[in-house]
Each structure stands twice: as structure tokens, then as C-alpha cells.
């Protein structure tokens, strides 16, 4: 659920002013009523940017740890903001100086390459023929067309051939004009032997760097950290002051914020033990509340599937208990195989032994999706890629199982209760935001739409129903399409109303019909999930074939692990990309969800 919000203004005298954020600060309830923006504002910026390279550092630094087993941070540091900034610097002074010696040694490697072909001489030898009047000139054409002829004329000495390359030099008095159809490729600078020790140098250059930025990425990590806090600290500070407005010549600073209803009377007995001027004031239409949320243990797991979306507006329901578990159960039918839900809820338990507390609640919530795989998969007959159905030691039990031609039916079944269900908050919404009476019609189409889809899908289900429950589903029908009609836009003209009417029942018949249809991706994707684990099991048996039992169960096993590893990755993506896609397009659609909302962020050191 969405949190109560209340809002309120603070009055205070400037000399007070420092020691009041302070204050409110240390309360830590208030989210800050933003009213300019803080692009507008040149320090704002500034302490952004050196957030910015802060958090690369320490990104950097995080990669360079987790290659490392057992590394030891070293406990962080006090700096002040000069201190911490030095600091930045001499870390990407040595991260710019290892990437102009990596581009160094690439072109020394390529001078190497190169230097290869033409193999060892020494520079010092063609000084001392330039001296003595002659020209040492290198070529290179292809060798086709390199002519035998050049060696008379120019004294041309063939060096390599390579790749059909010929590659050969000229000696020649100085000033003799070379008529040669080749090119002069661009000689670098040393020879072999030289461009070899500045290699091993600069080699040894890569590593100290490499070693230094490593001991700062243990010994720093967790000072870069704190001095993050402190910038945020100051960036929240200085927010505050710029989003107060002055009053009375700048004698008086008015500020307005937002407080959870819950939170604001230990606020106000605070302030008022402090002397402070403060007042409730009624939250507008128009205003953006911030927004925070609260559900039980279960739906907190989902919360971040809501936020990938968007936070909902403060006069919105809040969408995560609603589609919390549509989302599980989808996940299970994508998954489509219940061995595999089962190892990834082992896999889960392991790893939330091993990860931080911040990631725990991930693995939480993919242990429920597990759970989810390992229901609908068993209760669908596959787990591994076996077909529980054809298992001797199951026949007695294989009538239980749901057949594919079941599953297609549940999956639209599923579509149809969760675009009602849909509905049914949207109209609900509109009562809350609008009124009892604008949510009228849109609470008619929902029975419009149950009534039309008992009368005429059970039978279809193969679920008989007397004339007279079909009369009453037609009569509940009917009433509904009547107000559905006639009162779709209270206080408007009845026959506005009417066209109105006849445009929704278009769209709502075209929607639902494409909406529904769409979950029958659903089954669709857990179909093919079972069906490759089914093609791997088989894949492993005929292989194998005709192999002694020892080599016969090693290939087995190397088969069985890299196949169902490689589909258990492709089920987990399909599995949480589709039901991403029908929660965020089908069900946000049909419950009318607007989202935008701001999240809640009190003022309060970091």
C-alpha cells in the first residue's frame, strides 16, 4: 500500500536557519518539497559530477577486489573535501597512466610485428652509410610484382616474403633518383633489440601501476565510500537551502516538505520542544507527493518489479500486491518444468549464505518463483525434461496431470481472470480518486464481461448450466450493458451517453479479445522449456549408445548438465521477460495504472 503523506511548512528565523536542518536532519522524516530545480544551480552540478567520478572509482575498484579472493579493506578514513578530491585525482592519474603505457605496449607489440619481418640490423650501420654517401631505402610490394631486375639496378637486397609480400631494401649513392613501383612502408623508429627492452619495460611499468591501483582498491574502497556520504551529505544540505524561499528581506526562511501521516507527531513534538514555527497544510490538487511504500513480507519481495515500471501517483492504488502473485504463477507456467524449479530453489538457499543482505530479498523472491516452477511443472508432468505421464511407477496417477491441450485452456483461463481482475481495480480506482458514481459503469462492464464469459465459456468447458442460471447471467448481461450505456459519464446527456457506450463496447470487445490472446504465450513458452529438456535427456541416451557403462555415464552426465544448465538460463529469461511484458502492458492497461510518482527520500545524513 501507498504510505500517508502530510504535508507541511517550516518557518524559521535566519540566524536559526543552519542549526533548523540540522535538527530536521537529525529527525531524518522529512522528503523536501522541491520547487527549483537543481540543474538550475552551478554547486548542485558540481557535487554531482564529483559523485559521479566517485562511484566510477569505486565501481572500478569493486571489480578489481572481486577478482581477488579474501581481500581485506582497510578501514575508512576521515578527509575533508580537499583531501578526498587529491584523492580522486592521484587514482585517475594512475588509471590514465595505465592506459597510455597499454596503448604504448599495443604500439610497441605492432613495431615488434612489423620489425619481425625485416629482422634483426641495427640503425647505427645505415647512420654510418649516410655518412659515407649512401642510402639505405626499404620497400615493400607484392611479390608478383617485385622485379629481379631492381637488384642490378639499385643494389635491391630481398629481405622476406610474407603473407605475398615481398620485402626487400635498396643501397644507393645519395641523390640517385629510385624508379620503383613499390611502396616505402613507415620504418619505426629502433631496431628489434631496442624495441624488445622498451617491451619489458614498459611491461614492468603495466604491473606497478596494476599492483598500486590494487592496494588502493583494498586499502581505499571503503574511504571513497565515506567521502561518497559526505558529498551526498552536502549535495541534501545545500539542496535544502536552495529550495527554501526568502521572506520578510531574507530575514525569514519558509521551506515546505512531506512527512508520513504515522511519523509527523514525533515530528511536531520536536520541533515544538525546540521552538520552531511549523504548519499542517492540505495537500492540492497538482501536488507530487512523494511516494513510499509498505507491503507485507511477501509483496515487499515484488516491489522492485513495481519500481522498474514506475512508483504509482499518490492517488493510485499501489499495483505490487495486485500483481504479485499473477506474477509467481506466470513465472511457474514459463518455467514449465518443476526439476528445474526445484534446483533453482537449492541453488538459492546456497547462494543466500554467501551474498550480502542487500541481495538476500532477490534470491527470496526467486526461491518463490522456484516454488511456483515446481507446482505448475509437476502438476503439468515434467521435471527434468522427464514426462512423469509415461514413468511406470506413475501410471496410476497419470490421468492427473495436465495435457498441453489443458494448459492452453488455463493459460487463457488465467489471461481472462487476471484482464477481470484488471478491470475490477480500475474501476475501484476511479471510485477512490473520482467518486461512487464515475465508478458505476466501469463496475457494470465487469459484470458485463463475467456474465458473458460464464454464459457462454463454461459450456465450452464442457460445464453444463440450467436455463435458468443462463437467464440469470443474461438478465445480470443485460443490466449491466444498460448502465454501462446510459450512465458512462454522469451529468452528461443520455444520449452522449449512449454513443459513448457503443465506442466502448468496440473497444472493449476488439482489447479483450487481443489482451486474452496474448497469454497464450504462457503456454507456449513452457511447452518448449519441457520439450528441450525432453530433447536432452534423449540426446544423452542415443549418443552414448553402444559406449562401455563408465565412459557411457561420464558422457551422460556431461550432456545432462551442460543441456539443462543452457535451458534452465533460457527458461529463467523467458520466464521473467513474458510475464514482465503481460504485467506491464496487459494488466497495467485493463487497471488503468498511470504511475510517475516520485519516491520518498527524507532529508537525513547518508
Known amino acids: 500500500m501507498i ?9 524559521v528565523y535566519h540566524k536559526e536557519y543552519d542549526t533548523f536542518l540540522n535538527t530536521l536532519r537529525g ?61 580522486m585525482e592521484k587514482i585517475e592519474e594512475l588509471q590514465e597512466k595505465k592506459l597510455q603505457l597499454l596503448a604504448y605496449r599495443q604500439s610497441l607489440e605492432k613495431d615488434i610485428d612489423y620489425m619481425s619481418i625485416w629482422g634483426e640490423f641495427s640503425y647505427q650501420n645505415i647512420n654510418r652509410l649516410k655518412r659515407a654517401g649512401y642510402d639505405v631505402t626499404f620497400f615493400s610490394c607484392p611479390t608478383a610484382k617485385y622485379e629481379p631486375v631492381w637488384g642490378d639496378l639499385y643494389n635491391a637486397f630481398l629481405i622476406n616474403n610474407f603473407q605475398s609480400v615481398t620485402y626487400f631494401l635498396t643501397v644507393t649513392k645519395e641523390g640517385t633518383l629510385i624508379d620503383i613501383d613499390a611502396d616505402r612502408p613507415k620504418m619505426p623508429a629502433m631496431g628489434m633489440a631496442k624495441l624488445l627492452i622498451r617491451h619489458e619495460q614498459c611491461l614492468k611499468e603495466i604491473e606497478e601501476v596494476d599492483n598500486e ?12 565510500d565515506a567521502f561518497d556520504k559526505n558529498l551526498q551529505n552536502e549535495f541534501n544540505l545545500i539542496n535544502a537551502l536552495v529550495q527554501t524561499d526568502k521572506q520578510a528581506a531574507d530575514k525569514l526562511m519558509l521551506l515546505e516538505g ?63 500486491p495486485f500483481f504479485a ?4 504463477l506466470f513465472f511457474g507456467l514459463c518455467f514449465g518444468d518443476g526439476g528445474y524449479g526445484l534446483l533453482l530453489i537449492i541453488a538459492c538457499a546456497i547462494a543466500k549464505r554467501k551474498v550480502k543482505a542487500d541481495y538476500k530479498p532477490f534470491l527470496t523472491l526467486f526461491q518463490y518463483l522456484g516454488l511456483a516452477a515446481l507446482i505448475v511443472g509437476t502438476c503439468t508432468g515434467s521435471f527434468f525434461g522427464i514426462e512423469l505421464a509415461k514413468v511406470p511407477a506413475l501410471s496410476k496417477v497419470k490421468d492427473y496431470f495436465v495435457n498441453s491441450d489443458n494448459l492452453m485452456t488455463f493459460s487463457i483461463i488465467i489471461g481472462l481472470v487476471q484482464i477481470i481482475f484488471g478491470k475490477c481495480v480500475a474501476a475501484f480506482k476511479i471510485k477512490i480518486q473520482r467518486g461512487v458514481k464515475y465508478s458505476i459503469a466501469p463496475f457494470a462492464w465487469v459484470f458485463v464481461i463475467v456474465s458473458l464469459v460464464c454464459a457462454f465459456g463454461l459450456p465450452y468447458l464442457n460445464v453444463h448450466l440450467s436455463d435458468t442460471v443462463m437467464t440469470v447471467f443474461y438478465v445480470i448481461g443485460g443490466a449491466g450493458l444498460l448502465v454501462a450505456y ?8 443520455i444520449f452522449l451517453n449512449f454513443g459513448t457506450g457503443l465506442w466502448n463496447t468496440y473497444n ?12 497464450i504465450r504462457l503456454f507456449a513458452i513452457g511447452l518448449t522449456g519441457a520439450i528441450l529438456g525432453g530433447v536432452f535427456n534423449t540426446l544423452a541416451i542415443s549418443m552414448t549408445d553402444g559406449l562401455n557403462i563408465v565412459l557411457r555415464i561420464i558422457l551422460m552426465l556431461f550432456i545432462l548438465l551442460v543441456g539443462h544448465t543452457i535451458n534452465i538460463g533460457l527458461c529463467t529469461i523467458s520466464s521473467l521477460v513474458h510475464p514482465l511484458r503481460l504485467i506491464f ?9 498511470e504511475g510517475g510518482g516520485k519516491a520518498y527520500t527524507p532529508f537525513k545524513k547518508a
Open 27 to 87: 529527525l531524518g522524516v522529512v522528503h523536501i518539497k522541491e520547487t527549483k530545480s537543481i540543474t538550475d544551480d552551478e554547486h548542485l552540478q558540481k557535487l554531482l559530477a564529483e559523485r559521479k567520478r566517485v562511484n566510477t572509482l569505486m565501481r572500478f575498484f569493486k571489480n578489481l577486489n572481486a577478482a581477488k579472493k579474501d581481500v581485506k579493506l582497510a578501514p575508512a578514513r576521515e578527509l575533508d573535501k580537499k583531501e578526498g578530491l587529491k584523492l
Open 585 to 593: 502492458v496487459e494488466y497495467y492497461k485493463n487497471a488503468e495504472f
Open 213 to 224: 591501483l590494487k592496494r588502493c582498491a583494498s586499502d581505499d574502497y571503503k574511504t571513497l
Open 3 to 11: 504510505v500517508k503523506m502530510s504535508k507541511y511548512a517550516f518557518m
Open 508 to 519: 472493449m470487445a476488439s482489447g479483450l479479445l487481443g489482451d486474452t490472446l496474448s497469454y
Open 325 to 328: 502473485p499473477f506474477f509467481m
Open 258 to 320: 512531506w512527512v508520513p501521516a504515522e511519523d509527523a507527531p514525533a515530528m511536531e513534538k520536536e520541533l515544538e520542544k525546540q521552538g520552531y514555527f511549523f504548519q499542517e497544510l492540505e495537500i492540492e490538487d497538482g501536488d507530487k507527493v512523494p511516494i513510499k511504500l509498505r507491503n507485507n513480507k511477501f509483496n515487499r519481495l515484488y516491489e522492485p518489479i513495481t519500481r522498474m515500471f514506475s512508483l504509482p501517483n499518490y492517488g493510485e492504488l499501489d499495483p505490487t
Open 486 to 493: 446510459l450512465y458512462n459519464s454522469p451529468g452528461k446527456n
